[in-house]
């Protein structure tokens, strides 16, 4: 499976933007499908994640109620709808994808088989 992720940029606080993540070489419709994040001089954190089997994305406390992850299995694309954005919200974000991944590994890393290059969100204040 490959990942693509899109959509990345430069916004001021409270701005909007959309990721995109389209795969290729297989189908998302049986994988586990998560976005994580890297700012600068951090580790990789957990941002959103829908395990294959479910309709109910889960999401890291410091996003929830301004980040909305869907996905269209048709196109085999998965989004990343982030609202109010935040000066801290400023990193590389990566989709990754999985077919082995249950509910208890949904937020690690390290359950995620595939993985995109990364597209870069900057919000200034």
């Known amino acids: 499976v490959q990942l693509q992720a899109s959509g990345g940029g430069s916004v001021q606080a409270g701005g909007s933007l959309r990721l995109s993540c389209a795969a290729s070489?297989?189908?998302?419709?049986?994988?586990?499908v998560a976005w994580f994040r890297q700012a600068p001089g951090k580790e990789r954190e957990f941002v959103a994640a829908?395990?294959?089997?479910?309709?109910?994305?889960a999401y890291a406390d410091s996003v929830k109620g301004r980040f909305t992850f869907s996905r269209d299995n048709a196109k085999n694309n998965v989004y990343l709808q982030m609202n109010s954005l935040r000066p801290e919200d400023t990193a590389v974000y990566y989709c990754?994808?999985?077919?082995?991944?249950?509910?208890?590994?949904?937020?690690?890393?390290?359950?995620?088989?595939?993985w995109g290059q990364g597209t870069k969100v900057t919000v200034s204040s």
């Open positions: 070489g297989r189908s998302f419709r049986r994988y586990s």
């Open positions: 990754a994808t999985g077919s082995r991944v249950i509910s208890s590994t949904l937020t690690s890393q390290s359950a995620y088989d595939y």
């Open positions: 829908v395990k294959w089997d479910s309709d109910r994305p």
